[in-house]
Nanobody, 124 residues
Framework: QVQLVESGGGLVQAGGSLRLSCGAS????????MAWFRQAPGKEREIIAA????????YYSDSVKGRFTISRDNAKNTVYLQMNSLKPEDTAVYYC?????????????????WGQGTQVTVSS
């Protein structure tokens, strides 16, 4: 069983930055493809970024491309989401997810493990 714990959320003004972290309990973290999703009130959960288990392949949704960067440190069992130029519409609960696979996916149902989420609020 893989446990994921997100941290780094909070309140920030528009234009600011935050870095989210997701630590995994799995000692074979390098076997996991990872992703960040978010869910705003009244909206469906959406993929925003994903990374292959090696880190060599990444995916970004159009809504965050050029502003957010996903990365991972397999030695620290941690995946990061650097969020720059934040906008009020980025306000949501952000979730880290993992799947036992070489490559990442954009489909939530394919992820086997989920964190509890961390709130990000961007004020205008």
């Amino acid at each position: 069983q893989v446990q994921l714990v997100e941290s780094g959320g909070g309140l920030v003004q528009a234009g600011g930055s935050l870095r989210l972290s997701c630590g995994a309990s799995e000692v074979s973290f390098s076997r996991l493809a990872m992703a960040w999703f978010r869910q705003a009130p009244g909206k469906e959960r959406e993929i925003i970024a994903a990374i292959s288990r090696s880190g060599g392949s990444t995916y970004y949704s159009d809504s965050v491309k050029g502003r957010f960067t996903i990365s991972r440190d397999n030695a620290k069992n941690t995946v990061y989401l650097q969020m720059n130029s934040l906008k009020p519409e980025d306000t949501a609960v952000y979730y880290c997810a993992a799947k036992l696979s070489i490559l990442q996916s954009i489909i939530p149902a394919e992820y086997e493990y989920w964190g509890q989420g961390t709130q990000v609020t961007v004020s205008s």
